[in-house]
């Protein structure tokens, strides 16, 4: 018979779907969650004034660009997906690579992926029930259909996930342009009186400020998950850097005019007794039009919801791949190409989590949790400048960018410690669960026979089988 009638079996892998738009709209898409529309009011009451609160937000958008180039450098250096893992992994060994990937397993990422979930599920449903408010069952009930949606969605095709997230980062734009074109508009009409004495030093909160910068940075937060899907870029040189420097100026000019156009229609005393900030911009503005705002509030959950996802998969994979979780997280669906264990894998906890768990508590264990390990891999990139020289950088940041970056890091890291030590101390010993954890069950030759059974010869039989 001819070769044409049995044509050679086509590789099994996660194809490269990840476009320049859609990289912006993993990082612009994930980055602009609820907080901007809900409660920007943070900021403005640490740092005491409208002026200050103004400069926090550029100034922490500033440095999130720092460390979004670090990443930029460390994703065209260093192929392959996994974000933080795989970095730590690269510099400094598989022992704390492990327990980042630990921590984020068992609690950070489904306690995140539960909080976005839930603001999704009682937005979705606030215009059905005003003026009462939601019950909670309801939104539970709500919450669950959404995230269910998202680990169906990201579980049958990378393709429509990513024009999902095109679609709805496109509609956060469009809510935020809604926001900003008016009040720019009355500014330029003259409506000044909320921005005299901008920076009035009797109000100024010096003693705030870092707890300013630190919702600052959090608000900025997301520009590192397109280097969790490096391997699914086309071009990662040019379209990694660029899509992290793209996005990022998006979203500084989108959070820096959003407030400026709060500020303009509301005062600062209006603005720090609203529950909602972009309803009640909306209630002063457009009337009945405030009604429709939840529901852009829970499309941007969504978004959220879905770009968390789709890059976070992608480490428990890669995680897999290097032998550290069970090997049916490595596996890939042979039609639709993605990495379908690896998705699913967080919707028992998560959903375990949200229906049994103390959600915030669990984030306020983690929170410091992520810039210690954010600021451990752009140290990473500095000691890997010392010893691996020779490593192609196609991308080369000046040296002074990760260290500042580093620097505030664990300046934040220093602030959870000194603000909240109690929580942050629960947090510290439930990541060093992670250092028994790793000897149990990838440095100790005698693992258990339901880890052997998940990760050895016999699953590997049967992957070939199904193959």
Request: aromatic share 14%; glycine share 8%.
């Amino acid at each position: 018979p001819s070769t044409q009638a049995f044509p050679p079996e086509e590789k099994v892998e996660l194809r490269k779907k990840v476009t320049l738009l859609r990289g912006i709209s993993i990082i612009t898409g994930t980055i602009i969650g609820a907080g901007i529309f809900i409660s920007p009011k943070g900021i403005l009451k640490n740092s005491g004034s409208v002026g200050m609160s103004l400069v926090v937000w550029i100034a922490c958008g500033i440095l999130s660009l720092f460390g979004a180039l670090s990443y930029a450098e460390l994703g065209t250096s260093i192929k392959k997906s996994g974000g933080h893992y795989t970095y730590i992994l690269e510099a400094f060994g598989p022992q704390v690579a492990f327990m980042r990937m630990w921590v984020d397993m068992i609690a950070i990422r489904p306690a995140g992926l539960a909080v976005i979930a839930l603001a999704f599920g009682r937005y979705i449903l606030e215009p059905i029930f005003m003026p009462c408010g939601v019950p909670e069952i309801a939104i539970k009930l709500a919450t669950t259909i959404g995230l269910t949606a998202v680990m169906y969605l990201n579980s049958m095709s990378v393709s429509w996930t990513a024009r999902i997230q095109i679609f709805l980062t496109f509609s956060k734009l469009l809510t935020i342009a809604i926001i900003i074109v008016p009040g720019v508009y009355l500014l330029f009409k003259g409506e000044t009186k909320n921005f005299e004495n901008a920076f009035e030093v009797n109000t100024i909160h010096l003693s705030g400020l870092p707890l300013a910068f630190y919702s600052g940075m959090f608000a900025y937060a997301g520009w590192f998950y397109l280097n969790f899907v490096t391997e699914e870029v086309e071009n990662p040189e040019r379209t990694v850097p660029l899509a992290i420097c793209i996005s990022m100026v998006i979203v500084m000019i989108c959070y820096t005019m959003t407030n400026v156009a709060y500020y303009t229609v509301m005062s600062a005393e209006e603005l720090l007794a609203s529950d909602a900030v972009a309803v009640t911009f909306a209630e002063k503005l457009m009337g009945n039009f405030s009604v429709a705002v939840p529901v852009f509030v829970a499309l941007s959950c969504f978004g959220s919801m879905n770009g968390c996802l789709f890059a976070i998969s992608r480490m428990f994979f890669v995680a897999s791949r290097e032998g550290q979780l069970p090997e049916v997280l490595s596996m890939i669906h042979i039609r639709r190409h993605t990495p379908l264990p690896a998705v699913i894998v967080l919707y028992p906890i998560t959903l375990l989590i949200l229906f049994l768990g103390d959600i915030y508590s669990l984030l306020n264990f983690m929170s410091f949790l992520r810039w210690l390990f954010i600021g451990v891999a752009v140290i990473g990139l500095i000691y890997m400048r010392y010893t691996r020289p020779d490593m192609p950088r196609p991308f080369k940041v000046p040296i002074f960018i990760p260290a500042v970056f580093s620097l505030t890091c664990f300046f934040m890291v220093f602030l959870s410690l000194y603000s909240d030590p109690i929580n942050t101390g629960i947090g510290f010993a439930i990541s060093l669960t992670g250092i028994p954890a790793y000897y149990i069950f990838i440095h100790c030759e005698r693992k258990p026979k339901w880890f052997q059974k998940l990760s050895g010869q016999r699953l590997q039989k049967m992957q070939m089988a199904k193959a």
